[in-house]
């Protein structure tokens, strides 16, 4: 059956460092991986779309690397600061106007 | 201001009452999406809809039922049959389904 992995401890770095999350699956061969925020209580918003023909994808402190042959994408927050303190969801979608799936997500605490 | 709009933020009700929680957006999205999610969990589908007067179960279907009689609306009923409604639910919409998805501020059910 189809899976997907983030990692499930919270991930807790120092301000200023880069904090990278992972998000692996199996089962799966996505055309597109979307990453989004979700804060406590809120829905989540959408952060970066790479698609599967991409390797990486930036913006502004944000990169995204997509592996289709590692089944792997990382999702990386460069000179991370206390508001990036969230948690982040990974999403495949399969394209061709099929269902979006989410990943359960991994928390991150950027401490200052 | 255009955007999805769930209403009510918190909610409460007796076992075995049906509710319905509302959700509208004025983005012009033809796809809408709810999901549930729980604590430690990611995001489950419930039903979504690419186009006004159809929808289709999600994975969690089961106690709920929708509508789509409006392209701005997607109104959720959780049945007395879904056994263990208490959940966060959160409504989504897309320009066309698979596309990147905004969601809603949420609604915490509570049932008693």
């Known amino acids: 059956s189809q899976k997907i992995e983030q990692n499930s401890e919270a991930l807790n770095i120092q301000e200023g460092k880069t904090a990278t999350l992972t998000c692996n699956y199996t089962?799966?061969?996505?055309?597109?991986l979307q990453w989004y925020r979700q804060d406590p209580g809120r829905g989540p918003v959408f952060l970066l779309l790479?698609?599967?023909?991409?390797k990486e994808k930036r913006k502004e402190r944000l990169k995204v690397t997509f592996d289709t042959t590692l089944k792997q994408s990382l999702f990386h927050i460069t000179a991370s600061q206390p508001a990036d303190s969230a948690t982040y969801l990974c999403?495949?979608?399969?394209?061709?106007?099929?269902?979006?799936?989410f990943g359960t997500g991994t928390k991150l605490q950027v401490i200052p | 201001d255009g955007g999805i709009t769930q209403s009510p933020k918190y909610l409460f009700r007796k076992e075995g009452q049906n509710v319905t929680l509302s959700c509208e957006q004025n983005?012009?999205?033809?796809?809408m999406y709810w999901y549930r999610q729980d604590p430690g969990q990611g995001l489950r589908l419930i039903y979504y809809?690419?186009?006004?007067?159809?929808?289709q179960k999600g994975d969690i279907a089961e106690g709920y039922s929708v509508s789509r009689e409006k392209k701005e609306s997607f109104p959720l009923t959780v049945t007395s049959a879904q056994k263990n409604p208490t959940a966060f639910y959160l409504c989504?919409?897309?320009?066309?389904?698979?596309?990147?998805?905004?969601f809603g501020p949420g609604t915490r059910l509570t049932v008693l």
């Open positions: 089962n799966y061969s996505p055309a597109y």
């Open positions: 999403a495949l979608d399969p394209g061709g106007y099929q269902k979006v799936t």
């Open positions: 989504a919409s897309s320009v066309s389904p698979g596309d990147t998805q905004y």
């Open positions: 790479i698609r599967e023909n991409e």
């Open positions: 983005l012009n999205h033809d796809a």
């Open positions: 809809s690419q186009i006004v007067n159809d929808f």
